[in-house]
């Protein structure tokens, strides 16, 4: 099984009084970017980096631009994967000094994420991702 995701961007939420605005973007190191997120439960990810502000950080979004499902017995280019909100939310809990570096260690929970809904004869695979963070370390020397 594969779970393929398009990402167009990923964004890290500093918790303020300002909205959108506290939302600030991590470099790809592509983009459009694409990842199995099946693959992360094997082979770490060396996710983007970013400069934050310092402050109490809440939540990661990355914006999905399309999704594809592949079942070891089916078709090779398997199924198109609908994320209604063309996003996965990441909800997170960190504060960030200054200077500081850390790292986000983030597990994908496939079987609570993947759903298949019935449209007449056709099934319609539906990404309403469950995400949960593993741990949040400090990490010296990068």
């Known amino acids: 099984l594969n779970i393929w995701v398009t990402i167009s961007g990923i964004r890290a939420h500093r918790a303020c009084d300002d909205g959108d605005d506290c939302f600030t973007p991590l470099t790809l190191p592509e983009v459009p970017w694409t990842i199995d997120l099946l ?26 631009i399309e999704g594809r499902i592949i079942f070891p017995l089916g078709p ?25 570096t850390i790292q986000v ?3 994908f929970d496939a079987k609570k994420s993947i759903h ?27």
């Open 39 to 64: 693959a992360l439960k094997t082979t770490p990810l060396a996710l983007p980096t970013a400069t934050l502000e310092p402050g109490t950080y809440n939540q990661i979004r990355m914006d999905v």
């Open 76 to 100: 090779l280019e398997g199924f198109p994967l609908v994320v209604p909100s063309d996003e996965i939310k990441c909800h997170l809990h960190f504060d960030l000094e200054a200077g500081e």
């Open 105 to 107: 260690l983030l597990d």
């Open 116 to 142: 298949v809904i019935k449209k007449g004869k056709q099934d319609v695979y539906q990404l309403r991702p469950v995400v949960n963070v593993v741990e949040v370390v400090e990490v010296a020397g990068i």
